[in-house]
């Protein structure tokens, strides 16, 4: 009898349990302890002079056409950079950020075979239109787009921050207090997100930290869930794998467009909410690209609007009926997708919405828009129990005013017809674009989601994160995410895309042409993967009479 009665009520809750380790996506992004496990096995190693230009197996004469070719970026690079490179070199053991994106611009064995004067990003001292120009006085066509802040060209912002300035000198940096333009931007925000109230934070990942905070809160349930692969801020909260070295054990990573997570949002009763980053659409299950982590030529996106539409509602009318917090993180897609960001895109009502990067008129910025009930930060029935959240510079004045006049013009008919044309433009423009890479038999094409593009790399390579170097060559400026992530303002005008085009086409050209492409019969994206694996072994165990000459890696350390 007690058997049975144990089966009872153990079964439902196997059930339950296997229902959600099917949910999860069966690659290692979906498993955040094993992940983990996995980076602290990985060693450091490199690859030795002679290996780094040959670790596809390229015959000799190919590897002295790269040798050559990579001097030849050194050169140009220390002759044109002098003033960035020795800047750069001192503030890499000063500031922390530097010394870290200096090290992962390009995949880790790569690291030491990389001259130094291509390790470093800009140091900037003056934007033009669309252009910015570097310590050293080149000019390049700005293809960062400041990690997301700039979508309506930085001479716009400039105007946003002499308003802005000017409208606030009078108080100054006064703390407490609000300046009066906070009731036009709470007005504003409301009618945007189509939410009831605002809090006002100092960056995206606050204002992702406080809303699901409240959503806990309120629900009065444990546990949070993210999709496989999406980006949330640096918060270990909603980072419960590489990069978070703290257990997280009340966060779901489940499977991104999957009946399986359905069926997990369905059923289980401690979800407080779902936290989606609508750029995930364009890779889904997929990290955020970068060069650093191009090993071979797989990486792909999937984007297709109208799916993920279908997806979004899905998990908006389960959120409803289970009384789930449906969270938009619009950090990234917030005013740039459209005025209601990817509400608006994916004709999706959020619960909560996050926002930041432009919308402080170039000023740093987070914002919670919610429901009433998801925001009171106390309960009236228990006065002592309450969800504290504050900030010392939340809603600085300066920021206020920067921010009411960014989003007048993002209200207004000027910014409206913008908005309106701005999809199928970017559509129009990629699709060009790659037509001229194909005709031109370039193994590159873009993929794009709105005016954020990624370059994907259509034959198999071990080299395709050399390409950055080429396009900065070029006079193209990337962010640290290489050609994983090019994001463009919305005021690019068709010839300034059409110069970005030629510019692109001729750097490539000269990489096909130094051999990087190198298009050798026994390369697929699967062998690549695997001799990247026995490398990896290889070092880990220092077996050295297993590695063949052309192939010695460098072991850091005593691994006897």
């Known amino acids: 009898m007690a058997l049975a009665v144990?089966?009872?009520?153990?079964?439902?809750?196997?059930?339950?349990?296997?229902?959600?380790?099917?949910?999860?996506?069966?690659?290692?992004?979906?498993?955040?302890?094993?992940?983990?496990?996995?980076?602290?096995?990985?060693?450091?190693?490199?690859?030795?002079?002679?290996?780094?230009?040959?670790t596809d197996d390229a015959p000799e004469e190919i590897a002295?056409?790269?040798?050559?070719?990579?001097?030849?970026?050194?050169?140009?690079?220390?002759?044109?950079?002098?003033h960035v490179l020795r800047a750069s070199r001192e503030l890499e053991s000063q500031v922390s950020d530097v010394a870290f994106t200096a090290r992962y611009r390009v995949p880790f064995p790569y690291r030491d075979g990389l001259p130094a004067a291509l390790r470093y990003g800009s140091l900037a001292q003056e934007t033009r239109g669309n252009q910015i120009c570097d310590l050293d006085g080149q000019w390049r066509y700005d293809l960062s787009g400041s990690y997301g802040v700039n979508v309506f060209g930085y001479g716009f912002y400039k105007q946003c921050l002499a308003a802005g300035f000017e409208r606030a000198k009078d108080l100054g940096p006064v703390l407490g207090p609000y300046h009066p333009d906070i009731q036009y931007n709470v007005a504003a925000l409301r009618r945007i997100s189509g939410l009831d109230e605002v809090s006002f934070h100092m960056s995206g990942t606050e204002a992702v930290m406080q809303a699901v905070r409240l959503a806990r809160y309120h629900t009065r349930r444990s546990h949070l869930v993210r999709l496989c692969g999406s980006y949330h801020g640096w918060w270990d909260g909603v980072q419960?794998?590489?990069?978070?070295?703290?257990?997280?054990?009340?966060?779901?990573?489940?499977?991104?467009?999957?009946?399986?997570?359905?069926?997990?949002?369905?059923?289980?009763?401690?979800?407080?909410?779902?936290?989606?980053?609508?750029?995930?659409?364009?890779?889904?299950?997929?990290?955020?690209?970068?060069?650093?982590?191009?090993?071979?030529?797989?990486?792909?996106?999937d984007f297709e609007r109208e799916r993920y539409t279908v997806w979004l509602k899905k998990i908006r009318d389960i959120c409803t009926r289970r009384g789930i917090v449906l969270i938009f993180d619009e950090v990234f897609t917030g005013f740039r997708l459209g005025l209601r960001g990817a509400q608006e895109y994916f004709g999706v009502q959020a619960d909560m919405v996050t926002y930041g990067k432009t919308l402080g008129g170039g000023l740093p910025i987070g914002v919670l828009c919610g429901?009433?009930?998801?925001?009171?930060?106390?309960?009236?029935?228990?006065?002592?129990?309450?969800?504290?959240?504050?900030?010392?510079?939340?809603?600085?004045?300066?920021?206020?005013?920067?921010?009411?006049?960014?989003?007048?013009?993002?209200?207004?008919?000027?910014?409206?017809?913008?908005?309106?044309?701005a999809d199928a433009l970017w559509q129009a423009r990629v699709s060009a674009l790659n037509e001229q890479l194909a005709e031109q038999r370039l193994p590159i094409k873009l993929a794009n989601m709105h005016s954020v593009i990624t370059v994907l790399y259509t034959q198999p390579s071990r080299y395709n994160w050399m390409f950055q170097f080429y396009l900065r060559e070029a006079g193209l400026e990337l962010g640290w995410t290489g050609t994983g992530r090019l994001i463009m303002s919305l005021a690019y005008s068709d010839e300034e895309f059409a110069e970005i085009g030629r510019r692109l086409i001729a750097a490539a050209t000269r990489m096909n042409q130094d051999g990087w492409w190198w298009p050798g019969a026994h390369l697929s994206n699967r062998w690549i993967v695997r001799r990247f694996a026995l490398d990896v072994l290889r070092s880990k165990f220092a077996l050295r009479a297993m590695r063949p000459p052309e192939q010695v890696a460098q072991v850091n350390g005593d691994l006897s």
């Open 64 to 82: 002295q056409q790269r040798r050559a070719a990579l001097e030849r970026l050194q050169a140009g690079a220390s002759e044109r950079s002098a």
């Open 371 to 421: 429901r009433h009930a998801l925001m009171a930060r106390f309960r009236p029935e228990q006065p002592a129990n309450v969800c504290f959240a504050r900030g010392t510079f939340n809603a600085h004045p300066y920021v206020m005013s920067s921010m009411r006049t960014f989003l007048a013009y993002a209200q207004s008919d000027e910014a409206g017809q913008c908005y309106a044309a």
């Open 6 to 54: 144990g089966a009872i009520v153990l079964i439902p809750r196997v059930i339950i349990r296997l229902r959600l380790s099917a949910a999860k996506h069966p690659s290692v992004r979906g498993h955040a302890r094993m992940s983990r496990r996995i980076a602290r096995l990985v060693p450091d190693f490199r690859y030795s002079s002679d290996a780094f230009f040959q």
């Open 240 to 301: 419960p794998g590489v990069g978070n070295s703290r257990k997280v054990n009340d966060v779901y990573t489940l499977a991104d467009l999957s009946d399986k997570t359905l069926a997990v949002l369905a059923t289980r009763k401690d979800i407080a909410c779902v936290l989606i980053n609508p750029m995930q659409a364009m890779h889904p299950n997929r990290d955020a690209p970068g060069d650093s982590t191009l090993l071979s030529s797989r990486r792909s996106t």
